[in-house]
């Protein structure tokens, strides 16, 4: 596949494909981070959560709207950004609830991630590409 039209190619597939990279890419930057700040610079892990998840976040909110949406990133994009993963949150904390009662609670996140990772897809996208947010 050529890289270059996979970046630009302004389908549907290849945008699903191009958020499932950006969504790896920043689990895997959140953990790394986490794991510095925790051994390597002794901050505890709470804190270290959060500055990990806030710096993986920026990143995620300017991935998407630059490489997976090609998107122009703003003030309102980056709140509907927020809220549409405020709304994911809640979503997954919801059905982690409901299907730790069903599966147990060492699986109860992947029936929930199954549901909320494409509805986030729909939510970011729409955050990211609706005119409302230009």
Do not use: W
Request: proline residues 4%; charged residues 10%.
């Amino acid at each position: 596949m050529d890289i270059k039209k996979f970046v630009n190619d302004a389908g549907r597939r290849a945008e699903v494909i191009r958020f499932a990279l950006v969504g790896g890419f920043c689990t895997l930057l959140q953990y790394g981070i986490y794991v510095v700040f925790v051994h390597a610079v002794g901050v505890p892990a709470v804190v270290s959560t959060m500055i990990s998840y806030a710096i993986s976040f920026v990143a995620n909110y300017l991935l998407s709207s630059f490489f997976t949406f090609h998107s122009d990133p703003n003030a309102k994009r980056g709140i509907a950004f927020t809220i549409s993963h405020l709304v994911n949150m809640g979503m997954q904390t919801g059905l982690v609830a409901i299907f730790k009662g069903i599966v147990g609670p060492t699986l109860a996140l992947l029936p929930a991630l199954a549901i909320c990772v494409p509805l986030n897809y729909f939510l970011v996208r729409y955050a990211l590409k609706s005119d409302r947010f230009s």
